[in-house]
Nanobody
Framework: VQLQASGGGLVQAGGSLRLSCVASGRTFSRYTMAWFRQAPGKEREFVAGILWNSISTYYADSVKGRFTISRDNAKNTVYLQMGSLKLEDTAVYYC?????????????????WGQGTQVTVSS
């Protein structure tokens, strides 16, 4: 599967953005999907994940209550709605996919990655 992330940009602190990740192929509904991010000089970190049927979601503590992950299997798309953005949310955001993933927060768990989209939060 190929993943294409979009929706990044420059936003002021406190603002909102919605990221999208479109997947190719007909098996999107089988995949656990996740968003990760990587700030300059830092390791890639888990942000949020969602099970194939949207029943289960999981968030990093740093974004809990501010970000919402969702998906539309009919559109092969996963979203990340980001609100109350902070300067420390500045990073390249990546979407990732895996079938039957168990350790959602591990980068090594995921088989497919999008190219990343830059989110910059300014003061």
């Amino acid at each position: 599967v190929q993943l294409q992330a979009s929706g990044g940009g420059l936003v002021q602190a406190g603002g909102s953005l919605r990221l999208s990740c479109v997947a190719s192929g007909r098996t999107f509904s089988r995949y656990t999907m996740a968003w990760f991010r990587q700030a300059p000089g830092k390791e890639r970190e888990f942000v949020a994940g969602i099970l194939w049927n949207s029943i289960s979601t999981y968030y990093a503590d740093s974004v809990k209550g501010r970000f919402t992950i969702s998906r539309d299997n009919a559109k092969n798309t996963v979203y990340l709605q980001m609100g109350s953005l902070k300067l420390e949310d500045t990073a390249v955001y990546y979407c990732a996919a895996v079938v039957n993933g168990k350790n959602w927060t591990w980068t090594s768990e995921y088989d497919y990655w999008g190219q990343g989209t830059q989110v910059t939060v300014s003061s």
